[in-house]
T-cell receptor, first 113, second 114 residues
C-alpha cells in the first residue's frame, strides 16, 4: 500500500546546526510530496512541496528534493534556529484520489540555544 | 483574512454522548477533510468531501459521521460508537481535488472524555 516513513524523533540540535530529517515513501503512481510543520497546540502549516521528480521545494531556509530513484524527500536546513522547534510531517498525495494526504508519523525537532 | 476556523478549541464528551465539531472555511475551496491525530503519530483520514452533498469515508471512519450541506462547512460528529474518541481533530481544505495543491489546516479541536 501507500505509506510514508520518517526518521524517529525527537531530534535535538544546537542553534546553527545542520538539520536533516529523512523521509521515504511507497506509492503506486507518481505522488506529490509535502512537508508540513506543526507548532504546539496548532494545526499544520505547509512548509514546502514538490510535484514531480527532481523538483526542489524550498521555504524559510528549508529544502527538500523529490528523488524518484530513492523514493525519498529528505528535509534539510543549513542553520537551525530555536524558533524552528516544532514537529515536522512528511506527506504524499496521489493524483485523482480526492487529494487525500498520507502522513508519516512526524519528527519532533528541539533546537537549543 | 481567509482561512479555516474550527470550534470549539477544547471539547469534553460524556459516555454515550454524541458531539459535533465545527469546521468553516472562507477560502472557496471545494475539497474538505477531517483528520485525527494521536500523540506521537501522524494524521489519519476520517472523512473527506470533494463537493457539496457528497463525501467519502477515509481510513478510520467507524464511529464518525459528517455532512456537507454548504461549501463552507464540513461538521464532524463523533458518535457514541467511537470507543476511543480522545484525540486532536484537524480539519483541512484544498482548492485541488487532484492532489497537486497543498491542504490548508485549521487550528484543531482537542476532544477528551469525562
Amino acid at each position: 500500500g501507500n505509506s510514508v516513513t520518517q526518521m524517529e524523533g525527537p531530534v535535538t540540535l544546537s542553534e546553527e546546526a545542520f538539520l536533516t530529517i529523512n523521509c521515504t515513501y511507497t506509492a503506486t503512481g507518481y505522488p506529490s510530496l509535502f512537508w508540513y510543520v506543526q507548532y504546539p497546540g496548532e494545526g499544520l502549516q505547509l512548509l514546502l512541496k514538490a510535484t514531480k521528480a527532481d523538483d526542489k521545494g524550498s521555504n524559510k531556509g528549508f529544502e527538500a528534493t523529490y528523488r524518484k530513484e530513492t523514493t525519498s524527500f529528505h528535509l534539510e536546513k543549513g542553520s537551525v534556529q530555536v524558533s524552528d522547534s516544532a514537529v515536522y510531517f512528511c506527506a504524499l498525495s496521489l493524483r485523482n484520489q480526492g487529494g487525500k494526504l498520507i502522513f508519516g508519523q512526524g519528527t519532533e525537532l528541539s533546537v537549543k540555544p | 483574512d481567509g482561512g479555516i476556523t474550527q470550534s470549539p478549541k477544547y471539547l469534553f464528551r460524556k459516555e454515550g454522548q454524541n458531539v459535533t465539531l465545527s469546521c468553516e472555511q472562507n477560502l472557496n475551496h471545494d475539497a474538505m477533510y477531517w483528520y485525527r491525530q494521536d500523540p506521537g503519530q501522524g494524521l489519519r483520514l476520517i472523512y473527506y468531501s470533494q463537493i457539496v452533498n457528497d463525501f467519502q469515508k477515509g481510513d478510520i471512519a467507524e464511529g464518525y459521521s459528517v455532512s456537507r450541506e454548504k461549501k463552507e462547512s464540513f461538521p464532524l460528529t463523533v458518535t457514541s460508537a467511537q470507543k476511543n474518541p480522545t484525540a486532536f481533530y484537524l480539519c483541512a481544505s484544498s482548492i485541488d481535488q487532484i492532489g497537486n495543491q497543498p491542504q490548508h489546516f485549521g487550528d484543531g479541536t482537542r476532544l477528551s472524555i469525562l
